[in-house]
């Protein structure tokens, strides 16, 4: 077993004060794989402490210097990718031949992306007689998630140090394995003590004193609706920033019959992938009401053709979702879905066969789906995709936006014209169409309870940044 009861604290690792643990499974077999430190109060004051002091400095770094950083962390990043892909495959039961691109890979890229956005950004404008500038907001707590544990600390960690803000980063208390080699990263990378923290502990402890810490300017969080409410209510201690990037029940709406048997396949790829435990999900898939019939029997086929198998496994697609509590989650809402009159087209409720241990759950479609049911209101966050049919684009749209949440969507269809009148009327931070994958410069986040603020390229590191206007600064001729 694993044991990592040390804090990454001030340059070095410490023991936890609290001198208490917490179990992490792996999802594939419910065995106990590692320990981590449970932080408390002592912990996490020792880290505010050790950002609070070398705020100024790193503030009034220059911006080649934040490259340098940033450079250093990204080549030694590169180097661990394989760590990294073996502890999510552990800890988060992600397949192992699909970790690396989906999840890996990407947190290189924020780095190798923040460098390059330092240049962009304009952190100096003479307006008139005025300086209008832009510097950091200070010491950051970044609160991330359980479903991408590399890539999500990624890209807060690379627009906070490019910003030029110390951090303390409490990663999920579920899957820490990735940010425990993130610290060890950026231990190599040297960077000065002081600039990055890491306090690993629960959320309802350690998230919540951070939250509520007056010595903290900016939260940058990841993670559910409910636990954004907690921080956003806990920030107004001292009025810190916050960011909040949570969950979503994003459509996918399909226009046409055009190329139907591909369309298929990527609103299963959509919903399915991560074991569907990807806050973009396309949960809820649109199709037109006369193309069911072959649409039903080419999805039905796509997901029951879907390799669930033991993460290890080479061949294998999807694992097990994440826990205990997220596989009876699930099985709360495949239930519900059936209670309300949603009909299932494959899957149900229930363990897979032959994969009794571990917290697999069976890929599962409903149809007959009404857009007030709540499995199609609720974020269920695992492999369940439920297809809703529409008569006209009008009626597609009402029912797309016809959700809280509004963090991604999907349009699919031939005709430009109709795919970009359907894509701005949807009311969602990211819209996606015709499977075009978004670049990692573009601004990421959500609209209404999906979100506030936005993460990755220049707009994620503009979250970091005060603004200041300085009148008289330049002589007017
Ligand atoms: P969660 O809200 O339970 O936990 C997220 C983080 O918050 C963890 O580190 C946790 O320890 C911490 N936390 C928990 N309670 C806290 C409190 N009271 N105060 C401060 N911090 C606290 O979420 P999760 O179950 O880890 O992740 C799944 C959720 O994340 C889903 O809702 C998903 O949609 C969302 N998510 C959103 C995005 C996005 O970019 N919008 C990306 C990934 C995941």
């Avoid at 149809?367 to 269920?380: L, P, R, Y």
């Avoid at 670049?439 to 940044?465: A, C, M, Q, V």
């Amino acid at each position: 077993m694993l044991n990592y009861t040390k804090q990454f604290i001030n340059g070095k690792w410490v023991e936890s004060h609290s001198k208490k643990t917490i179990n992490i499974f792996n999802p594939a077999n419910e065995e106990v794989i590692a320990k981590i430190a449970a932080g408390d109060e002592t912990d996490v004051n020792y880290a505010i402490e050790s950002a609070n002091k070398v705020e100024n400095e790193f503030r009034k770094s220059s911006l080649e210097y934040r490259k340098e950083i940033l450079l250093k962390i990204s080549e030694v990043y590169k180097r661990r990718m394989e760590d990294l892909i073996n502890a999510i495959s552990m800890d988060l039961g992600s397949p192992i031949s699909k970790t690396k691109a989906s999840q890996v890979e990407v947190g290189y890229k924020h780095f190798v992306t923040a460098i390059e956005m330092i240049d962009k950004l304009q952190f100096r404008e003479q307006r008139g007689n005025a300086l209008v500038m832009k510097e950091a907001i200070g010491t950051s707590a970044l609160i991330t998630p359980w479903n991408y544990p590399a890539n999500q600390p990624a890209t807060k960690i690379a627009s906070s140090l490019a910003a030029g803000c110390p951090i303390i980063l409490k990663p999920s208390e579920i899957t820490p394995l990735a940010s425990i080699i993130l610290a060890e990263i950026i231990e190599e990378a040297n960077i000065p003590d002081g600039y990055f923290n890491l306090i690993n502990g629960y959320g309802n402890e350690v998230g919540d004193l951070l939250s509520k810490s007056k010595n903290i300017r900016m939260i940058s969080f990841t993670g559910s609706t409910d636990t954004g409410a907690k921080i956003m209510k806990n920030a107004t201690s001292n009025f810190k920033k916050v960011a909040l990037e949570m969950g979503g029940k994003s459509p996918l709406i399909v226009l046409d019959d055009q190329n139907i048997e591909e369309n298929a396949e990527l609103a299963v790829m959509k919903v399915m992938t991560n074991s569907g435990q990807i806050c973009t999900a396309a949960t809820r898939t649109l199709i037109p009401e006369n193309m069911k019939e072959k649409f039903y029997s080419l999805v039905k086929e796509k997901v029951e053709n879907l390799k669930l198998q033991l993460p290890n496994k080479t061949e294998s697609e999807i694992g097990p979702v994440v826990s205990q509590k997220q596989y009876d989650k699930i099985q709360f809402y495949i239930n519900k879905g059936i209670e309300e009159g949603a009909k299932i087209l494959t899957g149900g409720s229930g363990k897979p066969q032959g994969l009794e241990k571990g917290y697999f759950v069976k890929p599962t479609v409903f149809i007959d789906v009404k857009n007030n049911m709540t499995i199609a209101q609720e974020e269920i966050f695992g492999p369940v995709m439920s297809i809703i049919t529409y008569n006209t684009i009008d009626e597609a749209i009402k029912i797309a936006n016809d959700t809280e949440y509004g963090l991604s969507s999907y349009v699919i269809g031939q005709n430009l014209e109709t795919v970009r009148k359907v894509a701005e009327s949807i009311d969602s931070g990211t819209v996606e169409t015709n499977n075009i994958s978004k670049n990692l410069t573009l601004p990421f986040g959500g609209y209404k309870s999906s979100g506030i603020g936005r993460e990755w390229g220049d707009f994620g590191i503009e979250e970091f940044l005060e603004v200041k206007a300085i009148s008289g600064y330049f002589t007017t001729e």
